[in-house]
């Protein structure tokens, strides 16, 4: 079975400040996808990204950068100088490449990110 | 637009009164998938389908029903809804119904309400 934890339930921050959201996985499969969705207040859920686990890259798209270390099965996201636009919930989720979970998404509980001006 | 169609996006009822969320997506993606969304637990799996006619339980599929008879809709029915079923709701789909990877699109979301 595979799972996803996000240890921090709710960061508050101020403007222009920089954060991490961190996110630690479990999963006995050598191959497996992880994936960062944010939920603003609206509801929907928004995609941001998928890493493969053959591919450590970090990446960076903007404000927002991933962190990938198969070593300590983390996919930490960051986010710098935040904006109150970023005020969200994010989680971050897995799937793996096949068997019984065919596409499942397994989510963390969620961050909550409060940027204030 | 591509994009994943839910309705009604808002819904209170009574118990044991049966209903249906109605999903649909434009994308022809072969998976398509619900989730449940309650405070402190994240978002857990009820019913997938990886082609038309080929449904599967999730993680949590007590007390819901699905159908797919065409690869574009994929509704939720709720035979008797009880309270413990007041959630937040999506639909999902995604390319591959036999891959892992391949991101999920989400729908807008159904707050469902059951007094």
């Known amino acids: 079975a595979q799972k996803v934890t996000q240890a921090q339930t709710e960061i508050s921050v101020v403007e222009k400040e920089d954060v991490t959201l961190d996110c630690v996985y479990e999963?006995?499969?050598?191959?497996?996808?992880l994936f960062w969705y944010k939920q603003p207040p609206s509801g929907e859920l928004v995609f941001l990204i998928r890493r493969n686990s053959f591919d450590e890259q970090n990446e960076i798209s903007g404000r927002y950068s991933w962190n990938f270390q198969k070593s300590t099965s983390s996919f930490n996201f960051t986010i710098t100088a935040s904006q109150v636009v970023d005020s969200a919930v994010y989680f971050c989720?897995?799937?793996?490449?096949?068997?019984?979970?065919?596409?499942?998404?397994?989510f963390g509980q969620g961050t909550i990110l409060t940027v204030h001006p | 637009e591509a994009q994943v169609t839910q309705n009604p996006r808002y819904l209170i009822t009574v118990t044991g009164k049966k209903l249906t969320v109605t999903c649909s997506q434009n994308?022809?993606?072969?998976?398509m998938s619900w989730y449940r969304q309650d405070p402190g637990l994240g978002l857990r799996q009820i019913y997938y389908?990886?082609?038309?006619?080929?449904?599967d339980k999730g993680d949590v599929p007590e007390g819901y029903k699905v159908s797919r008879k065409e690869k574009r809709n994929f509704p939720l029915i709720l035979e008797s809804p009880s309270p413990n079923q007041t959630s937040l709701y999506f639909c999902?789909?995604?390319?591959?119904?036999?891959?892992?990877?391949?991101?999920?699109?989400f729908g807008p979301g159904t707050r469902l309400t059951v007094t």
């Open positions: 994308m022809n993606h072969e998976y």
């Open positions: 999963t006995r499969d050598t191959t497996y996808y």
């Open positions: 989720a897995l799937s793996v490449a096949g068997g019984t979970s065919y596409g499942k998404l397994t």
């Open positions: 389908s990886m082609n038309v006619e080929v449904t």
């Open positions: 999902a789909s995604k390319l591959s119904g036999t891959s892992g990877s391949y991101e999920q699109y």
